[in-house]
């Protein structure tokens, strides 16, 4: 049972933005602390943002400032913003309980190349 759906990835320049959209279950959306992780090529995967069941968001330094951890309750929807992509963020985007997660999904790819 696929109880995470990301979705929103593609190629994109440095520089440049892009939107992911998370829809886990309604169980899983209501009840738990939402996370993106993310793992680029031959690397372990990492946290990148989370929340506390949507009220304050946290986010590695390394993106602070950049990527933009949000939900929507109506949708049952959780994004992350990203701006100003890197070259090596070239990874795959993952959506996920937090700290603790889940079985993973098949995550979202984004590769940042120009």
């Known amino acids: 049972q696929v109880e995470l759906v990301e979705s929103g990835g593609g190629l994109v320049q440095p520089g440049g933005s892009l939107r992911l959209s998370c829809a886990p279950s309604?169980?899983?959306?209501?009840?738990?602390?939402l996370g993106w992780y993310r793992q680029a090529p031959v690397k372990e995967r990492a946290w990148v943002a989370s929340d506390i069941r949507g009220c304050n968001t946290f986010s590695s330094d390394s993106v602070k400032g950049r990527f933009t951890f949000s939900r929507d309750n109506a949708k049952n929807t959780a994004y992350l913003q990203m701006y100003n992509l890197k070259s090596e963020e070239t990874a795959v985007y993952y959506c996920?309980?937090?700290?603790?997660?889940?079985?993973w999904g098949q995550g979202t790819q984004v590769p940042v190349s120009s």
């Open positions: 309604r169980s899983i959306f209501s009840t738990n602390n």
């Open positions: 996920n309980t937090a700290p603790v997660p889940r079985p």
